[in-house]
């Protein structure tokens, strides 16, 4: 079903929308909840979607405060929206708002995108393969993976992992925090090994993936979870044939320190975009029957090298 747009709300970032009422009634509206979201890039990645695909979507940011959430799922109802991207600190409080919650995104206690099946609002988790996508041509079968942070991310990487076939499940998956105690609840409840966070440069591992918020932009962009050098140090000469690739999960800045350090120590490196583009494509899919085209990925590619 269709909603019109609320006269005061407009395209995040863009200029007022001009009246139009005819396509006001056959626009569904869809957009990212959170709190706050003024560096989202999630309406640009959706918004170039629907206008490539001449789809008649206008995707908007809806900035909720957590005591307002209950709410906003009701407006959600009650204005039938098409569907609806989550993100911090909204992605667990949702689950009991929704009439459905998938057995993956229950798995990884979280939600990150709103859709309707039938007349039942339901939730689904696409961090996961958000994660996983850039992964998906790596061998990672009896690998050895080092995963740094306990926070949602790490929740969506170490349920994807985890849930490889047999034929592609890694070795051991490593788990440590700076805490070094936070991720020992995520560690029991998936089966990594928990380790010191002074221990992490020790672990050869084929795949070092930092879902931490170091490296991110602004007051942690200088920052990074791991030093390279130290670990070639620890592991050896045959370090970087050992630890051959390294994955951030932060996606602004497109290069963080972790990745410019892994290059310059011999490393593949898969950026955060990667993992950012798979979760919103797995969105577009949900709520449209479609891919996202190459015209979103683009524009994203253009507005995270413009910063």
Not at 17 to 42: F, I, K
Not at 278 to 284: E, I, L, S
Request: proline letters at 7%.
């Amino acid at each position: 079903m269709n909603a019109s747009i609320p006269s005061d709300i407009s395209s995040s970032g863009s200029k007022p929308l001009q009246a139009d009422p005819q396509a006001a009634a056959e626009t569904v509206l869809y957009g990212v909840t959170g709190w706050p979201l003024a560096q989202s890039l999630s309406p640009l990645l959706h918004n170039t979607g629907f206008r490539t695909l001449g789809l008649p979507g206008l995707y908007l940011r809806w900035e909720i405060p957590p005591q307002r959430l209950p709410a906003f799922v009701d407006s959600v109802r009650t204005l039938r929206l098409g569907g609806c991207s989550v993100t911090i600190p909204h992605k667990v409080a949702l689950l009991p708002l929704l009439d459905e919650v998938s057995p993956l995104a229950r798995q990884v206690g979280a939600v990150n995108t709103i859709y309707w099946h039938g007349d039942k609002l339901c939730g689904e988790n696409t961090d996961v393969a958000g994660f996983m996508a850039p992964l998906a041509h790596e061998d990672l079968h009896g690998a050895d993976i080092l995963l740094l942070g306990a926070g949602g991310a790490a929740r969506a990487a170490a349920a994807g992992l985890m849930s490889l076939a047999a034929d592609r499940r890694p070795g051991k998956v490593f788990i440590s925090t700076p805490s070094d105690s936070s991720h020992l609840p995520l560690a029991e409840e998936f089966e990594l090994h928990p380790i010191l966070w002074a221990q992490r440069h020790d672990i050869p591992a084929r795949l070092v993936v930092n879902t931490t918020p170091l490296g991110m932009r602004g007051k942690a962009e200088d920052e990074t979870p791991y030093l390279f050098d130290l670990a070639d140090k620890k592991i050896g000469n045959n370090a970087a044939e050992t630890t051959t690739l390294a994955y951030d999960i932060v996606y602004n800045p497109l290069e963080t320190l972790f990745l410019r350090d892994a290059a310059r120590h011999g490393r593949r490196c898969l950026s955060g975009m990667d993992m950012f583009f798979g979760q919103g494509d797995a969105q577009f899919r949900l709520w449209t029957g479609q891919n996202l085209p190459i015209e979103s990925r683009r524009a994203l590619e253009a507005a995270l090298n413009s910063n």
